[in-house]
T-cell receptor
């Protein structure tokens, strides 16, 4: 089964410091990985995705993620955290839903990021 | 970016009644839409995959007679929770994507919070 794991329930970072939100994956074949962010009582916003190509993927709001095949990881990073980055972050992996439905997403449990002033 | 809307954003209903939630892709045609359910402080769980003009594909454990999904056009999918009970109270989120390519991104609606009294 295609799955992702987010080992941390919460990450606390001081504003201005670099942040990392961890994600590891377990897939058969090539992984297609995504990061989404969710603000309170809101839907998910797409941050970035890895399909193929460069291992370092740059996304929205200054976020980037590094695909590491040997470590089966896809950690989300940002060089300098902002208080407004505080939210719930989800890692996800593509899963097939049949020839007519394309691909859905299996999500990790989410990591709550708290950036303090 | 692509915009997906949901209506209503919040609904409270009595036990035994039915509730319809709409999901619309506003600026693109969505060949496939997905319905997810999210419990407090938990991840999104895929409920069903909906293709325009065909029957929805439900995930294991999701009652298709209770959660009726209709995808009548390329911009609209509806989820009807029939004979709702308090345990159906949850945050329901839809997403939409074009095509069946692995590179297609899912765009999420803002979610609908259902409370069944």
């Amino acid at each position: 089964a295609q799955s992702v794991a987010q080992p941390e329930d919460q990450v606390n970072v001081a504003e201005g410091n670099p942040l990392t939100v961890k994600c590891t994956y377990s897939v058969s074949g090539n992984p297609y990985l995504f990061w989404y962010v969710q603000y309170p009582n809101r839907g998910l916003q797409f941050l970035l995705k890895y399909i193929t190509g460069d291992n370092l993927v740059k996304g929205s709001y200054g976020f980037e993620a590094e695909f590491n095949k040997s470590q089966t990881s896809f950690h989300l990073k940002k060089p300098s955290a902002l208080v407004s980055d505080s939210a719930l972050y989800f890692c996800a992996v593509r899963v097939s839903r049949g020839p007519n439905s394309g691909y859905a997403l299996n999500f990790g449990k989410g990591t709550s990021l708290l950036v303090t002033p | 970016g692509a915009v997906v809307s949901q209506h209503p954003s919040r609904v409270i209903c009595k036990s035994g009644t039915s509730v319809k939630i709409e999901c619309r892709s506003l600026d693109f045609q969505a060949t496939t839409m997905f319905w997810y359910r999210q419990f407090p402080k938990q991840s999104l769980m895929l409920m069903a995959t909906s293709n325009e003009g065909s029957k929805a594909t439900y995930e294991q454990g999701v009652e298709k007679d209770k959660f009726l999904i209709n995808h009548a056009s390329l911009t609209l999918s509806t989820l009807t929770v029939t004979s709702a009970h308090p345990e159906d109270s949850s945050f329901y989120i839809c997403s939409a994507k074009t095509g069946t390519s692995v590179a297609d991104t899912q765009y999420f609606g803002p979610g609908t919070r259902l409370t069944v009294l």
